[in-house]
T-cell receptor
């Protein structure tokens, strides 16, 4: 089955730690996106990548980093510089008709 | 700049009643418009989308939406609510084809369906 997988489903981070969230897709999509979701704020774009080895900052990129070494993979690192990282993180990829397909999400909690 | 406003963060309807979730957008170029649904602790699922052509768009689970350019609206409707429709709904806008495909989301509307 084609789709997007995110792991882990739940992640706990201590203060000062970096953590990496995984996002993999087998839909053969060029473009991939990371969103952050907080209650009552909808989804906000962190980073996006339109092609392998290229990515751009979204609206709230501070404290986050990404890489795009393979078409299938777009991992997100939440660094210690992100002061309020507790949130639900969603990864998506986009097809040629401009439709975005979402993964199941990772819930990150800072202890 | 593009933006999306969803009127009403919570909407409550009785089972069998009409569902109406409101969405207004602003865009300087012809928009692509989307409605997504999210169940608790899950990702988003596309309900329907408008790109070009017919302004009345039919989606999954009996939902439909009408693009009204003069009103800059894309309201979501369903004639008869079912208990399984209880979820959070997001309206989103992006530029047309040939762009980055970034989606701008509204703040979401939580739909409650009462028995």
């Amino acid at each position: 089955d084609g789709g997007i997988t995110q792991s882990p489903k739940y992640l706990f981070r201590k203060e000062g730690q970096n953590v990496t969230l995984s996002c993999e897709q087998n839909l053969n999509h060029d473009a991939m996106y990371w969103y952050r979701q907080d209650p009552g704020q909808g989804l906000r774009l962190i980073y996006y990548s339109q092609i392998v080895n290229d990515f751009q900052k979204g609206d709230i990129a501070e404290g986050y980093s990404v890489s795009r070494e393979k078409k299938e993979s777009f991992p997100l690192t939440v660094t210690s510089a992100q002061k309020n990282p507790t949130a639900f993180y969603l990864c998506a990829s986009r097809d040629r008709d401009n439709e975005q397909f979402f993964g199941p999400g990772t819930r990150l909690t800072v202890l | 700049a593009q933006s999306v406003t969803q009127l009403g963060s919570h909407v409550s309807v009785s089972e069998g009643a009409l569902v109406l979730l409101r969405c207004n957008y602003s865009s300087s170029v012809p928009p692509y418009l989307f409605w997504y649904v999210q169940y608790p602790n899950q990702g988003l699922q596309l309900l329907l989308k408008y790109t070009t052509g017919a302004t009345l768009v039919k989606g999954i689970n009996g939902f439909e939406a009408e693009f009204k350019k003069s009103e800059t609206s894309f309201h979501l409707t369903k004639p008869s609510a079912h208990m399984s429709d209880a979820a959070e709904y997001f309206c989103a806008v992006s530029h047309g084809s040939g762009n980055t495909g970034k989606l701008i989301f509204g703040q979401g509307t939580t739909l409650q369906v009462k028995p």
